[in-house]
């Protein structure tokens, strides 16, 4: 994510804004609808040659994950797009808010493809590679920013413009160094660094793309092990499995190859039967969505950018009380800053006017359920009654998010957390669960959940069955673990509960269901110390068994005459 700052004053008054929708993005511009349009195409082109690329630089294919909505904002002037971003030497950038993945760039300049394709790769790696290091999200950027599509075959890995001279002339930055900057780091932010950064990134990336199979499995590999959580050191160990002073060598003779060569080696990749979503809109959007939509541009955790979009929502909803946009917009910030009552008719109206629009849901059911757990509305024995109506309204809202297929992750905690809320569960908290379950057979923790209610409402065998199906899957160790520790313990109760049923049938003198009971217990008991003691007492259950049904019984004392 590039860091940017902003100094927007709401645009005049007279400037049209226009909406356009593709298969896959969302477009806010000042443009016209050609330029759109090519720039829309280009995404949908990129998004689907990654589709084709991605399995043969991993060696194994990915699921592209569900990400969030795309905003693709063009400004048709350098003018109009500084006034969003008047960082120095940015032609565009991506942030990722809380509703969706930002892209911002000028349309007219001659490298918008460029810029497009660059700033996309951002959002793909944020939504399919989390975590992947600053030098290769700038590297692949890099990478495929200068793809050209030609005919059934792409092209891939043509150097950036004046990257090969900023080496040629300041050298190539070190592996280590390379590898250790962050965000945060000055090469990443700083010209000059930034400029010899971003050119070693992309000379480091090229050479393990374009360096043959073996090299691009390295890379592949090493993108694997970041995606199942390992941390950079290891992966990089793991996969390059040399010392970076090594791969130092290995690149300052590419370099010296590049320069010595007419031509630069690429990657091409042949496809067949390449099919973008065609489907294209193109429309006038309204002042209040305009203004709304460039608010929410705008918002960040710097509190100068947060005021400014405030500004924008707030002329939003002058214009148009019920605006999606400035709703959506001054919710989020009511939201940023904690005030959650002052959110919820934001997002409620919002939901209303979108009432298919999963990450609204989302925001009014979490607001509502921020609501109700406040240490305010805990305290205030006045406000019972409204807790009890902001739980209910927020399982509406997180279960309607749920169906519309919202990809925020803290869609299903919070969800199981309001259902596990209750000590005793009613039927709705049954259907609620088992819905999500049936939306997402593959979230095993909702199968864990549902589980959970199950055992509380004693339906023992229901909660043993989920359980099973927890257990036995392969995708998270963790929560198999969970889940045969709680059928452990669900068998450790078991077992209990049936020795305490022969111990009662012992003391009603029922000494055959005593013993036979008592035997159940131990054949089901998963702990040694509980089988042991389960044991021993039978033995002495038995012995006094024996005594007492040995002992004749005593002949009735004769009264005297």
């Known amino acids: 994510m590039v860091a940017w700052c902003c100094q927007a004053e709401l645009p005049p008054e007279k400037q049209k804004w226009f909406q356009g929708r593709s298969a896959h993005f969302y477009f806010v511009t000042d443009g016209s609808e050609k330029e759109t349009l090519e720039l829309a195409r280009s995404f949908e082109i990129l998004q689907e040659i990654l589709k084709i690329i991605s399995p043969d630089l991993q060696k194994s294919r990915i699921q592209v994950r569900q990400q969030l909505p795309s905003y693709i904002y063009l400004f048709s002037s350098a003018n109009g797009f500084k006034s969003y971003c008047e960082k120095p030497g940015i032609d565009g950038f991506f942030v990722i808010h809380m509703d969706g993945y930002y892209i911002a760039m000028e349309s007219s300049t001659s490298q918008s493809t460029e810029i497009a394709y ?10 399919n590679f989390p975590g992947v290091p600053a030098w290769l999200n700038e590297g692949l950027a890099c990478f495929f920013q200068t793809m050209r599509i030609d005919g059934n075959e792409i092209v891939l890995g043509g150097p950036p413009n004046h990257y090969l001279p900023t080496l040629y002339t300041n050298g190539i930055m070190s592996v280590s160094r390379i ?7 000055p090469e990443y932010s700083d010209e000059p660094e930034r400029s010899k950064f971003y050119a070693s990134a992309w000379l480091l990336t090229d050479y393990l793309m374009t360096g043959g199979d073996e090299k691009r499995a390295e890379l592949g590999k090493y993108l694997d092990l970041i995606r199942s959580g390992r941390s950079l050191e290891e992966s990089y160990q793991r996969a390059f499995g040399r010392a970076s002073e090594a ?3 290995e690149l300052k003779d590419y370099l010296r190859l590049l320069n010595s060569r007419k031509s630069i080696s690429t990657w091409i990749v042949s496809f067949k039967n390449l099919v973008a979503d065609p489907s294209f809109s193109f429309s006038e959007l309204p002042r209040p969505e305009a203004l709304g939509r460039l608010g929410l541009l705008l918002i960040s955790n710097n509190r100068a950018f947060q005021e400014r979009s405030r500004e924008h929502f707030k002329a939003a909803l002058a214009l148009d009380p019920k605006s ?3 709703n959506l917009g001054m919710g989020i910030l009511a939201l940023m800053e904690n005030k959650h009552t002052d959110a919820v008719p934001n997002f409620e109206q919002a ?12 925001f009014a059911g979490m ?11 805990a305290t205030d024995q006045a406000s019972e009654e409204g807790v009890r109506a902001d739980l209910f309204t927020a399982r509406a809202h997180l279960v309607r998010a749920l169906e519309l297929g919202c990809p925020n992750p803290d869609v299903l905690p919070m969800l199981t957390t309001l259902v596990l809320m209750n000590e005793q569960p009613v039927s709705e908290d049954f259907a609620l669960l088992e819905k999500a379950c049936q939306l997402l057979p593959g979230q095993f923790e909702l199968k864990r959940n549902l589980a959970i209610l199950y055992e509380r409402a004693s339906k023992r065998d229901m909660a043993r069955m989920l359980l099973h199906q927890v257990a036995e899957q392969n995708v998270d160790p963790k929560l198999a673990t969970l889940a045969n520790s709680q059928l452990k313990a669900m068998d450790f109760q078991e077992a209990d509960r049936i020795y305490r049923s022969g111990m009662e049938a012992f003391k009603q003198k029922h000494y055959e269901e005593a013993v036979t009971t008592m035997e159940t217990a131990i054949r089901l008991s998963p702990e040694p110390f509980q089988r042991k003691g389960f044991q021993e007492n039978l033995e002495q259950m038995k012995i006094l068994i024996d005594l007492r049904t040995k002992i004749p019984a005593r002949p009735a004392r004769k009264g005297k005459t």
Do not use: M, W
């Open 351 to 362: 939901s209303l006017g979108h009432p298919d629009d999963a990450i609204v849901h989302f």
């Open 179 to 185: 590898l250790a900057v962050s965000q945060q780091s």
């Open 118 to 127: 660059h700033e996309y790769l951002h959002q793909f790696l944020a939504g």
């Open 367 to 377: 607001t509502h359920y921020l609501r109700s757990v406040s240490p305010k509305n």
């Open 247 to 249: 791969l130092d060598k």
């Open 324 to 326: 999606f946009s400035g």
